[in-house]
């Protein structure tokens, strides 16, 4: 597995009870997972103990047969080679498209940070858009100025957070079909949050039950819902 988590236990500080107990989950390299749940599942928290926002109680957490985290260790989350795309973008308002995506290479030369830049905005369609700021885009260009961002640095990893809660149903829609086509174009292994089965079915070329911080059920997306249709009919009307 190209993400691994063995036995996992993690709780918040004024919480008595773990969000989770000993949760053990494989994420295989250039798939997109979709852990799907509902709030307060749990999905959420895990992606930021993947990235290394949060710090475990006990259990290791390796990406690609590195171990980020377990008793003897804790990698920093910038060394971790994750890409984040949040809810709300959180893209940095005073800032053009163009220097929100340069803005997390460091490590590259002038030419090489508008090379990268620019192969970017390419393959999110955003190429005339990189002298606009956030409030002159549109939802849908601004998540795929977060996507050019959290791909910029060339992550081994990608995760999403709810990306599409901020979109009406029509532009979801057209969004999420075009991010599946970009995240298969670069192969980077994908893990996307979501309460919404129909993101889910679009997206994932797996699919993760999540419920009360343990995992229900994990497979094939047509697998899931067959086996699942009953509960999810009821969770997610």
Known sequence: MFVQIKDLTFNYKNSRKPLFENLSLGFKQGEVTVILGQSGSGKSTLLR??????????????IDRAVMNDSLRFVQPEKRGVGLVFQDYALFPHMTVEKNIKFGLHKMSRKQKQNRMEELLTLVGMEEFASRYPYELSGGQQ???????ALAPNPSLIMFDEPFSNLDSKLQEQIRDDLKDIIKLTGITSIFVTHDEED??????????MHDGKIQEAGRPEAVFKKNREKLSLAYV
């Open 49 to 62: 103990l993947i990235a290394g926002l949060e710090i475990p109680a006990r259990g290791s957490i390796s």
């Open 143 to 149: 998540q795929r100025v977060a996507l050019a961002r």
């Open 200 to 209: 889910a079915r679009a997206i994932g070329d797996r699919i993760v039950l």
